[in-house]
């Protein structure tokens, strides 16, 4: 009975992180409160409280891992073997209309790095080493002699250019910056250009 307890107060807390994640990347982490978070999830709003002390703890967990799962999705080929995507792969992905057009799937620091600047010191420093996580595993895909400072470099570089494209209201524009970012990014990093260039699918 006390493992089964423990393991749906797990499920339930994993639930309730993943509905916070998506629900602040699509709507900002200051529009969405409490009882959304618990409504999607499917729960009741006195229960919050038996797993988070405050709603600043939960977008501290909530915003590393959607930033470690969107890492994750990024980086891996989405054929399911398993196998990691190359740096023109990864170029091409970040900066397409499909992560544009689905920020609650997305990148958090796409989507949300502007609130985390805002929020309190534990919420940066989760969000910090989450981020360098995500940094140290693009710096390998990197040319020879590139490091993690260029892959902090690039990282900020994509981010930017997708916040740019979200917050542009002329779709054509939107896809110019996208594939001006595309290009740029891939040309300073030795990308493969016809990859990183292809409007297929994105």
């Not at 200051?30 to 977008?59: C, I, N, Q």
Request: with cysteine; glycine share 10%; net charge neutral.
């Amino acid at each position: 009975m006390v493992r089964y307890e423990r393991e749906h107060k797990r499920r339930t807390h994993a639930s309730i992180v993943d509905a916070a994640s998506r629900a602040f990347r699509a709507q900002g982490i200051e529009r969405v409160g409490v009882g959304d978070v618990m409504a999607r999830a499917g729960l009741t709003h006195g229960g919050f409280y038996a797993h988070f002390p405050s709603k600043d703890a939960l977008v501290a967990e909530a915003c590393t891992a959607s930033l470690l799962e969107s890492a994750g999705r990024l980086f891996e080929s989405p054929d399911g073997t398993g196998t990691q995507r190359t740096l023109s792969q990864v170029i091409r992905a970040y900066l397409s209309r499909a992560h544009r057009d689905a920020p609650e799937a997305g990148c958090a620091i796409a989507a949300l790095g502007g609130e985390i600047a805002r929020h309190s010191p534990a919420t940066r420093q989760a969000f910090t080493e989450a981020a360098q996580t995500y940094a140290e595993r693009l710096a390998t895909l990197l040319p020879e002699g590139a490091g993690r400072d260029e892959a902090w470099a690039l990282l900020a570089g994509m981010a930017g250019t997708v916040t740019l494209a979200r917050a542009v209201d002329e779709p054509a524009l939107s896809d110019r910056i996208l594939l001006a970012g595309r290009r740029l990014y891939g040309g300073a990093f030795g990308a493969d250009l016809e990859t990183v260039q292809t409007e297929r699918n994105q």
